[in-house]
Every structure is written in C-alpha cells, then in structure tokens.
C-alpha cells in the first residue's frame, strides 16, 4: 500500500480508537484524519476528508451504522469501508457486506489482523471472517490498545521496527511447517475477477483442413507474443496458430529422431515463457518458443514411468502409478498407489519423492458367464498435483480433509488448509447425483440410461463409501505463480469454480469458469483450455479474464 494512506475511525468506544489509531500510525504508512462515535458524522468526516478507508466499530448501532455505509458508498465510491462487527449479531456479515462494506473483522482482532484487513480493504480486496462465531471474544479491545501501546513505544526506541510483516492466518506447526488456514469451499471473500462467457478465441473445427482438426488435444499454450501451441495426440505434433487462429507451423511427430515422439505425447503445464516441455515415455523433449527442438531429458526415477505434471526452474514434478494391491478381505478390491517426485533437468536426477499416496480403487464385479466389469468407488478420493516456482502441490486423498500440501526438495513446507470442517461421508442422493452428472453428457436412450443408472447405484451402495467428500478435483499454478484449486463438482447444475491462492497460501476468492471448459493455462486476462462440442470434436478456446491487475 503507498506511503500516506488516510483512514477515518468511528466507533462508540474511545479506547478502542485509540488503540486504533496507535496501531495504525505506527507503521509510517497511514495517517488518521477524523475521529468520530457518531456513524452520521464520520459520513461527514469522509466526504470532506476524502480517506482511503473508513474503519466503523459496528456494535450497538447497527442499523445506524448501516445506514451510514450506505450513504458513504453512494456519495464516495472512492473510499473503502471495513467493519468491526458486534459480536452479538450472528447474521451481521451478509448485512454488512450487502450495505456495501468491503471488510468486516471481528473485536478479538489482534493488532496485525487489522494491519493487515486494512491493507486489504484499502486496497479493493475483501477482507471476511470464516464464519461468524469468529467474532466472538470474551474481552474484545484491551488486548488490541496494548497492542498499540507497544508498537508506539518500539517505534519511540527505533525508527526501523515496524509490526511484524507476513499474514495472520500463517502458523508453524511443531515441526515447522507453515500452516496457512484460509477461506472454505464457499468462497465467501471473492477474488472479484470473472471470466467471459463468450471465447474472445478459438482454435478447431468440425471438418476442414487437416491442422485445425484434432483428436484428443494434450495441452495447450498462448506465447507470450499471442501465438498458441496445440499438442495433438494423434500426430503427436505441435501445431502453431497465430494471434487470428490462422495455422502457421507444426513440429514433432512420431518416431525416434530429435523431437519426435513414440506412442504418446503431452504438454507439460510450464512456468517457463521462452521453451516448451513435451514427454512421452520415460523422456521429456524441450523445444523453444518457434518449436525449434533443443534437447531431449531421460525421466530415470528407477521402479518408475512417470507422467509429468509440470515443469519450472529446471525442474520437472513427476508422479507414477505404482501398485496393484488386492484385499484379503475383498478379493476383488484392487487398489493402485501413487508416488510423487521432483526431478532436476539438469544432471537429470530426483531431488524428492514421497511415496505410497492412496490413488485409485476399484472393485471387479464377476457376472453370470465368468465375464468382469470394474466398478468405481462412488466419491472416490484421489489426488491431484501441480508443480510451480515455489514447489510441488499435492491435494491428497481421503481422510486428508479440505487440505494441500506444498514440497520443496527437504520435504513439506507448508499446509494449505480451508477454514471449515469437511463434507461428511456420501449420502444416497449424493451417490444418485453423481451418477446422473456422469451420464448426463452422453446421448444414450432415456430407458438405457435408466438401466444402467440403476444398477450402477445398486452396486455403489454395496461398496464402502469414502468418510468424507472429496474437495478438490484439479489443481493449477497460473502464469503469475499463485495457485488455483478447481473445487470438486458432482451436480449438473453446479458452477465450475475454482479456488484462488496468492503465493502466501491465502484464499483470496473464487472464479467461476465457462461449463465444459478444460484448462491448460491461467494468464493474466485470459484463461485457455479445451471445449468439446454436442458430436465430441474438440477445440482451444480463450475467454477473457477479467478484472485482473
């Protein structure tokens, strides 16, 4: 936030202000230009001071409080409003936030909590407790005057201390790993970015010529000068499109030659702006931005046939499939682990691995006749991964709760978990909507799809259930480094959101994205992925992002 921020205080309670404004002013960065206990006056105060934010104590007078938040945002747009709210009224977060306020913390707020609700406030982002009983505290302002007492007096001894930086939601657990508790799968503190319906691009067609036709497309990438890479699997070629969808070049294809590839083919996601990452088998080739072939690495992770999830700085996160495990209590239960592990491109040796995550589990149904058909665990929990800049992300599995972990070549270094408890096991109806979102999409007749949709829920409910629901489906590390976490969708009529983490690990909101659009690469006003039409022929299409500084 710049140098010289103006903020207005109005509250009911003198002390509280007061160590308010101590907390405040003593950073160097913020100036309080009115005091008031009145909600009228501060509205007063604001249009003839013109602050950055005012901060309104919402206690024991509330709907004159309102009121005044919604004069202030209707006469000064400019000026941001964050509440402490009273801690008797349960419901007092929607009210507020529909009056207009940008921010509400609770009066147990410590001294950095506001710091840091202000920054945000004043700043356009929203600033939201988890839920409301948050803003419960026994003795809610002694402790935040002290607070100011004390930075008042560190900054009478020396210039250079301020209050401690980072963001109150970071912990440290006993063996020293960052836990960073943020927003739950509701997103109640949006990010404010949305993404246009309507592609502003699109790659593909029904029938035509031969490079815009495409089979299963395994990765896409807008360049940073527009162009866009299409890695098809088919022809396990890289096919160039230019900034108006025209076809201008390919490269790769099959074989075994320099940047050729063998029976399978894909884009690894990539922080890198100037190369590209594409692995087969046991190998990963690097082409530059014109798809000019520059090297090929062996992926030696011994015991292994890694898929890569990603590259960045030199080094490519990996993950295999590893066991086949059958239960001797079921002996039809089979059930495949997966490992996890980082792999510097250069000498081309793994520099982390962590093993034996539970993935897949299935169970084979013997029929009349000796055949087997493989039936799902409904809800199975499985993990899903990201590689970035600042290391490897794993959402784990069941009974892992709503939680990822981040890795760095010493192992976990940090917890990334959402403020609410986990979904509870499974219902029936839950195991009958999720069987008729799997079938939805499919053109089969109604008294086909009625068929199977029932026998499919009779053998579910004969299966054990997971404890809990699963949270996270995909997860994705945009061109920026923040991370996004595509949450788990099981309802037709269910948005594809996504959740948003800045690189401290905090929630800062949620984005919905267009239906059936999957996605290779997150920019800084665009989202790119891949859209299949009603006859299953797909196509690269960018939407807009919008609202992203």
Same mark, same amino acid.
């Given at each position: 936030m710049?140098?010289?921020?103006?903020l207005?205080?109005?509250?009911? $309670?003198?002390?509280?202000?007061?160590?308010?404004? &101590?907390?405040?002013e003593?950073?160097?960065?913020?100036?309080?230009?009115?005091?008031?206990?009145?909600?009228?006056?501060?509205?007063? +105060?604001?249009g003839?001071?013109n602050?950055?934010?005012?901060?309104?104590?919402?206690?024991?007078q509330?709907t004159?409080?309102l009121?005044?938040i919604?004069?202030?945002?209707a006469g000064e747009?400019?000026?941001n409003?964050?509440?402490?709210?009273?801690?008797?009224?349960e419901?007092?977060i929607?009210?507020?936030v529909e009056?207009?306020?940008?921010?509400? +913390?609770g009066?147990?707020? @410590?001294?950095?909590?506001?710091l840091?609700a202000v920054?945000?406030?004043?700043n356009g982002?929203?600033?939201?407790? $988890?839920?409301?009983s948050?803003?419960?505290?026994?003795?809610?302002?002694?402790?935040l005057?002290?607070? /100011?007492?004390l930075?008042?007096?560190?900054?009478?001894?020396?210039a250079?201390?301020?209050?401690?930086? /980072?963001?109150?939601?970071?912990?440290?657990?006993?063996?020293?790993?960052?836990?960073?508790?943020?927003?739950?799968?509701?997103?109640?503190?949006p990010?404010?970015?949305?993404v246009?319906?309507v592609?502003?691009?699109?790659?593909?067609?029904?029938?035509?010529e031969?490079?815009?036709?495409? @089979?299963t497309?395994?990765?896409?990438?807008?360049?940073?000068?527009?162009?866009v890479?299409?890695?098809?699997?088919?022809?396990?070629? &890289?096919?160039?499109f230019?900034?108006?969808?025209v076809?201008?070049?390919?490269?790769?294809?099959?074989?075994?030659?320099?940047g050729?590839?063998?029976?399978?083919?894909?884009?690894?996601?990539?922080?890198?702006?100037?190369?590209?990452?594409?692995?087969?088998i046991?190998?990963?080739?690097?082409?530059?931005?014109?798809?000019?072939?520059?090297?090929?690495?062996?992926?030696?992770?011994?015991?292994?046939?890694?898929?890569?999830?990603g590259?960045a700085?030199g080094?490519?996160?990996?993950?295999?499939?590893?066991?086949?495990?059958?239960?001797?209590?079921?002996?039809t239960?089979?059930?495949i682990d997966?490992?996890?592990a980082?792999l510097e491109?250069e000498p081309?040796?793994?520099?982390?691995?962590?093993?034996? =995550?539970?993935?897949?589990?299935?169970?084979?149904?013997?029929m009349?006749?000796?055949t @087997?058909?493989?039936?799902?665990?409904?809800?199975?929990?499985?993990?899903?991964?990201?590689?970035?800049?600042?290391?490897?992300?794993?959402?784990?599995?069941?009974?892992?709760?709503?939680?990822i972990?981040q890795?760095? @070549?010493?192992?976990?270094?940090?917890?990334?978990?959402?403020?609410?408890?986990?979904?509870g096991a499974?219902s029936t109806?839950?195991i009958?909507?999720? +069987?008729?979102?799997?079938?939805?999409?499919?053109?089969?007749?109604?008294?086909?799809?009625?068929?199977?949709?029932?026998?499919?829920?009779?053998?579910?409910l004969? &299966?054990?259930?997971?404890?809990?629901?699963?949270? =996270?489906?995909r997860l994705?590390?945009?061109?920026?480094?923040? &991370?996004?976490?595509?949450?788990?969708?099981?309802?037709?009529?269910?948005?594809?959101?996504?959740? !948003?983490?800045d690189?401290?690990?905090?929630?800062?909101g949620s !984005?919905?994205m267009?239906?059936?659009?999957?996605?290779?690469?997150?920019?800084?006003? =665009?989202?790119?992925?891949?859209?299949?039409?009603e006859?299953?022929?797909?196509?690269?299409?960018?939407?807009?992002l +919008?609202?992203?500084?």
């Open positions: 710049d140098a010289g921020t103006k207005v205080l109005a509250g009911t $309670h003198p002390m509280a202000r007061e160590g308010m404004k &101590l907390v405040l003593a950073t160097g960065r913020m100036t309080v230009v009115g005091e008031t206990d009145c909600p009228e006056e501060a509205v007063r +105060i604001s003839r001071e602050p950055d934010i005012l901060v309104v104590d919402f206690g024991g509330g004159r409080a009121r005044a919604r004069r202030l945002r747009p400019e000026t409003v964050l509440v402490i709210a009273d801690p008797e009224q419901e007092s929607d009210a507020i009056a207009g306020a940008l921010g509400c +913390i009066r147990n707020c @410590t001294a950095e909590d506001l840091i920054d945000l406030v004043s982002r929203m600033r939201l407790p $988890h839920r409301a948050q803003l419960r505290s026994p003795s809610p302002w002694p402790r005057l002290f607070a /100011g007492l930075v008042a007096a560190a900054c009478e001894s020396s250079d201390t301020e209050l401690p930086g /980072g963001v109150p939601f970071l912990e440290e657990d006993s063996a020293g790993v960052r836990v960073a508790k943020t927003l739950g799968s509701r997103a109640r503190s990010v404010g970015w949305v246009d319906a592609p502003e691009y699109q790659v593909g067609e029904l029938d035509g031969e490079p815009y036709l495409f @089979t497309i395994e990765g896409a990438r807008q360049l940073p000068d527009g162009r890479v299409v890695v098809d699997r088919s022809s396990c070629e &890289l096919r160039f230019g900034t108006d969808g076809f201008l070049e390919r490269t790769g294809g099959r074989g075994e030659g320099p050729e590839f063998r029976q399978y083919c894909a884009l690894a996601p990539s922080a890198d702006v100037d190369s590209l990452f594409v692995y087969d046991g190998r990963l080739s690097v082409f530059d931005d014109r798809g000019r072939f520059i090297r090929r690495v062996n992926l030696l992770w011994p015991g292994h046939r890694p898929r890569v999830v590259v700085d080094v490519a996160g990996l993950e295999a499939g590893v066991r086949n495990i059958p239960s001797a209590g079921h002996p239960f089979r059930q997966v490992d996890y980082m491109l081309g040796r793994v520099v982390w691995e962590e093993r034996g =995550f539970q993935w897949h589990r299935t169970y084979r149904n013997v009349p006749g000796g @087997t058909s493989v039936v799902p665990i409904a809800f199975d929990i499985t993990p899903v991964a990201a590689m970035g800049r600042d290391g490897f992300y794993v959402a784990l599995g069941e009974n892992h709760g709503p939680e972990r890795y760095g @070549t010493a192992g976990l270094s940090r917890l990334i978990r959402l403020a609410e408890p986990s979904a499974p109806a839950d009958r909507a999720l +069987i008729e979102f799997d079938y939805a999409p499919s053109a089969m007749p109604d008294s086909t799809r009625e068929r199977i949709s029932q026998d499919r829920l009779r053998r579910s004969e &299966l054990p259930r997971p404890e809990i629901k699963p949270v =996270f489906s994705l590390i945009d061109d920026a480094g923040w &991370l996004w976490a595509e949450l788990y969708r099981f309802e037709v009529e269910a948005p594809v959101r996504w959740l !948003v983490f690189p401290h690990g905090e929630g800062v !984005v919905d267009p239906p059936d659009l999957h996605l290779w690469q997150i920019g800084q006003d =665009f989202v790119l992925g891949v859209w299949m039409d006859h299953r022929v797909e196509y690269v299409r960018r939407h807009a +919008i609202g992203r500084e």
